[in-house]
T-cell receptor, first 114, second 112 residues
Framework: GAVVSQHPSWVICKSGTSVKIECRSL??????MFWYRQFPKQSLMLMAT?????????EQGVEKDKFLINHASLTLSTLTVTSAHPEDSSFYIC??????????FGEGSRLTVL | DAKTTQPPSMDCAEGRAANLPCNHS???????VYWYRQIHSQGPQYIIH???NNETNEMASLIITEDRKSSTLILPHATLRDTAVYYC?????????????FGQGTELSVKP
């Protein structure tokens, strides 16, 4: 199937710093990408829809100034966690798909904020 | 909110068929049924999807009832590597917004 890649796989940062996570579609173009977060023992929660060339659409309760999303090209979306705090520690996952119906997921990025 | 209900957990013997049920009684006519699985600490893996006809691929079979209110994912010969959380999701077609909303899924344990 199509490949979606995330980087970094894991990151540790100090409280108050910002962290950027990249999501790339490797063999297709994606006008839309989706960002999720997942806490231990819980399901995936959709955070936002990333739209190429326009503003992201955030789900209710997700702070858009806290989680900055940029989708500058048809193969790259980035999620920046600004002024990270320990409660932002989580598993962040992106997904995207070609126009054939399937959505594929990246490997996930585990963020630990100290 | 997720539009599907699944049993929280199931066990299956290695080599036997695993049948995972899903209820989606409020599914709309333009919504597909998707199945994904997530192995611990990895991103979800696409398995299969369908609209109203039964579907089969190299991983699994998807049986959708005629009224489309429920479906069953079948892993014909479960292996230990099939131990994962399986998610059943209903989703509009790609060009109608297409986001995936995850429920709690079924934790499948394949035992030797």
């Amino acid at each position: 199937g199509a490949v979606v890649s995330q980087h970094p796989s894991w990151v540790i940062c100090k409280s108050g710093t910002s962290v950027k996570i990249e999501c790339r579609s490797l063999d297709f173009q994606a006008t839309t990408m989706f960002w999720y977060r997942q806490f231990p023992k819980q399901s995936l929660m959709l955070m936002a829809t990333s739209n190429e060339g326009s503003k992201a659409t955030y789900e209710q309760g997700v702070e858009k100034d806290k989680f900055l999303i940029n989708h500058a090209s048809l193969t790259l979306s980035t999620l920046t966690v600004t002024s990270a705090h320990p409660e932002d520690s989580s598993f962040y996952i992106c997904s995207a798909g070609p126009n054939t119906g399937e959505l594929f997921f990246g490997e996930g990025s585990r963020l630990t904020v100290l | 909110d997720a539009k599907t209900t699944q049993p929280p957990s199931m066990d299956c013997a290695e080599g036997r068929a695993a049948n995972l049920p899903c209820n989606h009684s409020t599914i709309s006519g333009n919504e597909y049924v998707y199945w994904y699985r997530q192995i611990h600490s990895q991103g979800p893996q696409y398995i299969i999807h369908g609209l109203k006809n039964n579907e089969t691929n190299e991983m699994a079979s998807l049986i959708i009832t005629e009224d489309r209110k429920s479906s069953t994912l079948i892993l014909p010969h479960a292996t230990l590597r099939d131990t994962a959380v399986y998610y059943c999701i209903v989703r509009p077609t790609y060009n109608q917004g297409g986001k995936l909303i995850f429920g709690q899924g079924t934790e499948l344990s394949v035992k030797p």
